[in-house]
């Protein structure tokens, strides 16, 4: 009896650890490695791997390219993460009024997010090719176009970075993310009491006032830690634009979780592969911090 | 009916069309594509519809591809997946929300979101090397392992919101004063209460498991546990292209389509599970 | 709580059930380590054991089916004639180098594989993985069995890696029925009849768009290198010195051959400017009618052209590829070595598979089943090639054409796609920046990677 006393006050521990170790070891050992690795130049064609301190990340900043590639990243994890948000909210808020069908629509909306990437990247390929995409031949039949638009190849740029192909590349990332969000907006809104909405009908408040004085405030506690990890995810993700343009047509799509894979799998720079996703690492920690900072507090008040 | 009520369905009904239309265009341009007969498929422009309907290519596909044998290998490592991922979050969230000022818990949190911003490429080749030395490259287990850990921070950081909101204190103090040890409250209390918030956090991590391509091609060579997210892989040719369009939407439609109904399915679940848990951030 | 305690055990049940597969998976595996640390020990293993090797090879053809059954019916014969079992898995072209590099770096590797960039593979490797030398094997078969280009990918340093096996080049795919509309009566042999031809073929609407594209490059994911290499050749051009050392394509050859791949559709507009589409797939277009001409198809393309677009049947023909002048090198081959890895536990063994799987008779099966052309002169010379109209074709570009792939290490750097400087160089000239200067920023990288 006195033995499993003794052994109970180690259980927070022996629940935490398990789960813990693992991340030790799938996550944080193999991402040392790798800013271990950015330090030198290792590339797997040349049998000395000197240190070379920051030479990689010098040799990262100072490519004009990268530039580029940091733009192009966070115009697509932006861009995909609010207007995705939106039609999310959209039609979670929809969703949620209770009208017939909703079970029917809900399956149908989450169908994507069960879809594997490659088939996703295969057949928006399909559903965007200049001549076999039945929507060009939709815009044609009702005349709005004489001839059909080249989604994936129009290389006009506007502004230094909007491009259409990029456009594509984001419409598509929306239709596989959305879901998930949608999920998410869906149970926090379920959360909301319906007294506070009755409470502002009575009030005379109208449907805007009560998006943004009631549905957006409540909302946003509860789906905050979803929305960042969908971000970062976002700022990560490589599957959409390597697998439906592999980063092309000239680079416009490239974006930088791409780049980290085309040095280090094609060109067998590790150690500059390696610089490039530490660089990663740091843009994408600067928002994550204010939120680690302030959830550390929030648990301590709790 | 009075006006007031028609405007809101009409824009309800709307927003779901338009979704809907958003959502179902690339299943219906998939299984449009594989019912084509052959001389349909390359027509430029395309036909919304095929005039006469060829089921040639599900015989085909289904004849030549082990199909079956990719989607038990996805169903079985999902399954694993989910258990390991579920089990091991489950522990750890409770113990996070139960005891979330002590200083390991805390520093857990920011330790879960930490690993959630590290670029999923490149630690591959060292995770590789680590998985290649213990011998489970080419096993279930290599894949099993490596998703249940990748979807750890995610659960856990769900399934601690669940603990904190759901399940008030003052029930386990009681137990506590009954004499169960902390294992006890955990198993009669707290678990048999969020079995929904598991259930939602469990389908998350199934997802996950499904969907992932790049580590299941990069560690098995035994084609005989190939699961069906890479399936389709068998019909891409050396460049890129898609060497046979008609058999690449067909395998399509028979790796999405059992999963899409599934999930149509357990939906119901995911979000009774997640509206539970989700009371408080 | 009984519910509880059923969970409980379930769980419990599951995660033993998880121990065992894993003690399975390390089982099986044991053997693959003790493989790597035995370096090639010649094959005397112990004969009461069957012996067992492992061979990896990309998928090839447009049927996965028939590459399957090909390799069950040859494992099967080799087995029954020598007892060895050969394992075999096909390995899909979206990670094959990402596996052959990490089986040159110590990870999992083959006894036997299909392997390319030879160079790269050979350095990669070191003293203790990748090919290793078979030069006994190849004196068995005979030095000369092979033709140059395959004898340059598989020879280094004066040893042979790898056995030369597919064989790889691109000819002028054209739509003879377009042909006949137009009134032309035999493929071009120079650019400027390509051009003239093209003219031809090409078709606009009213506001001057192209509906039909005269040509076409053979370019997957808008990838346009391999496409230049072959106009570089064309142009009597060359990507570098005979001995491998330096780039030699800052010449006028290589100024008019990139100036050609940009002109067909900036100068001639006979070709679609959508050509930097990654989802652009030149021989689809051709199915549905919307290209006359493609520039470089491979030999599956027939197939791949019967099986999708059947109304195209008999409607197609293949021709060796026009140069500058008509005369001359106007296309590029590939060839591609069967290589016997350090690491394999029973190099015996594996170099038996290399000789059964490379002899003449099953070169020809293989070639017949997988829509391939082959490196070795006995199989090129079955009458299977010259007899078939859309093959013959490719016979005759063979004797004209460079080698697409430099036996160099360096090779897979510096065509690495798509930042490598010749994908780069391609990229910027279609984009429309200035040639010259492209040329000389990409020569500069490319003798850096030589350093």
Known sequence: MKLSRQLDKYTPLIMLLPALLGIAFVHIYPSLDSIRMSFFDIQLLKPDRPFIGLGNYVKALSDPATIKIIINTLFFTVFSLIFGAILAIIVAIELNKGYRGKTFFRAIFLAPWVTPPLVTATVWRLLLSESFSPINRFLMDINLIDKPINFLGQTEVYFGFISLPMIMVIIINIWSIFPFMMVMFLAGLQTIPSELYEAANVDGASKWQQFTKITLPSLLPVVETSILLEGIWQFNNFNISYLVTKGGPLNLTEVLAVRVYSEAFTNFKYGYAAAFSVIMLVIVLIPSLYYIKRSIRADYSA | ?281 | MKKVVRLIGVILAVTMMVAVFTACGSGQQSSDSTQAQNTSSAGSTNSNEPREISFWIQKYGSDPAAQETLLKEMTADFESKTGIKVKYSIVDWGQALNKLTLACTGGEAPDVADIFFTASLIQMGGDKYGPMEIDDVAKEMGEDSWFQAGKDEAYQNGHWYGIPWRFDTRVLLYNTEYFKEAGITSAPKTWDELVSVGKKLTKTDAKGNITRAGLAWFNMMARFDQTWFSLLGGAGGSLMDAEFKSPTFNTQAGIDSLTFLRDVNEKYKIAVPNMVDPSYDPVAEFMAGKVAMVFGVTAETKNNIEQQAPQLKDKFASAVMPSKSGEGASSIAFSAPIAVFKTTKDADASKQWVKYFCNTENQLKASKTLSLLNSSKAVMSDSYFSQDAWLSAFVNQSDRAVAGDMPIAQWSQIDAWPNGPLPTLCTEVIAGKDIQQSIDKSIKEFENLMK
């Open chain 2, 1 to 281: 009916m009075s006006s007031k009520k028609i405007k809101p369905a009409l824009k309800h009904y709307a927003v779901m069309a338009v979704t809907s239309v958003f959502v179902l265009l690339p299943f219906y341009w998939m299984v449009i594509t594989s019912i084509k007969p052959s001389n349909e498929v390359m027509l430029s422009p395309p036909t919304y519809f095929p005039k006469v309907l060829n089921i040639q290519n599900y015989i085909d596909v289904w004849s030549t591809l082990p199909l079956l044998k990719y989607m038990s290998n996805s169903l079985f490592v999902s399954v694993m997946t989910t258990i390991i991922c579920v089990a091991l979050a489950t522990l750890c969230g409770y113990s996070i929300s139960r005891f979330s000022n002590r200083r390991l818990q805390k520093s857990s949190v920011v330790l879960m979101l930490l690993s959630q911003l590290i670029p999923g490429v490149l630690p591959f080749i060292s995770f590789y090397f680590i998985m290649f030395n213990l011998n489970l490259t080419n096993t279930y287990a290599g894949l099993i392992i490596a998703y249940s850990m990748w979807g750890i921070p995610f659960c856990t950081l769900m399934i601690k919101s669940y603990f904190t909101s759901a399940i008030p204190v003052s029930l386990e103090e009681s137990a506590t004063i009954d004499g169960c040890t902390r294992f006890g409250i955990f198993f009669r209390i707290a678990l048999p209460i969020s079995l929904p918030g598991i259930v939602a956090t469990a389908i998350f991590s199934f997802i996950l498991a499904w969907n992932e391509f790049m580590w299941a091609s990069v560690i098995l060579s035994n084609n005989d546990l190939k699961p069906a997210s890479i399936g389709i892989y068998d019909y891409i040719g050396q460049f890129g292209g898609n060497s046979n369009m008609a058999l690449t939407m067909t395998t399509s439609v028979l790796i999405t389509l059992p999963a899409i109904i599934l999930f149509a399915f357990l939906q119901k679940y995911l979000i009774s599970g997640l509206t539970a848990g989700a009371v408080k951030g």
